[in-house]
């Protein structure tokens, strides 16, 4: 048995789960769902598998049948029910590693009608202009309020002297 390969004790959960093969049960089955896991535990390609799991493709072709058929997502239900029912599994905290959560590829733009389009773009170009001079649009507002009140009270003509 290599290292991280599975117990005698987590195999008595996980055999009842796994499908029988087309023509009655898959010899070294365990083998095979060993090599399943040591592949996404160490996330190597398929052919750089120890030779002790077999043939690489062996191990592919059943880890692709085992998917597409939704053994995985039974096995994991199946684990986490009896895990819950024995007061071993508390689902308070689920955790999802960001760098295999992807986005789907249409999460990349967001579709705009023309009009809001153009604003978003005015307000850019008007942020980076403020940028470019040194200012902030907090600091333009204010710069633009004294001004004006300074023009103001000039036009008015009530200028002294």
Known sequence: ????????EEWSLIE????????GPIPDLRR?????MWR???????????????????????????ALAGVFEHLMQA??????????ASLDLVSVD?????????AAGM????????????AVMQEKGLRQRGKTPATATATATATAT???SYDTGTSSG
């Not at 095979?32 to 399943?36: D, E, I, K, Q, R």
């Not at 535990?41 to 692709?64: K, L, N, Q, V």
């Open 1 to 8: 048995m290599a290292r991280g390969d599975l117990t005698d």
């Open 150 to 152: 300074d023009e103001g």
């Open 79 to 88: 684990i986490i029910a009896k895990a819950t029912a024995r007061g071993q």
């Open 40 to 66: 996404f535990r160490t996330g190597s390609p398929w052919r750089d598998r120890p030779i002790e799991y077999g043939p690489w493709s062996t191990a592919y072709d059943r880890f692709r049948s085992w």
């Open 16 to 23: 009842p789960h796994l499908p029988l093969g087309e023509r």
């Open 32 to 36: 095979l769902f060993n090599a399943v």
């Open 111 to 122: 579709v705009l009608d023309g009009e809001l389009s153009a604003a978003l773009e005015e």
């Open 98 to 106: 960001s760098t295999t959560a992807r986005a789907h590829h249409h």
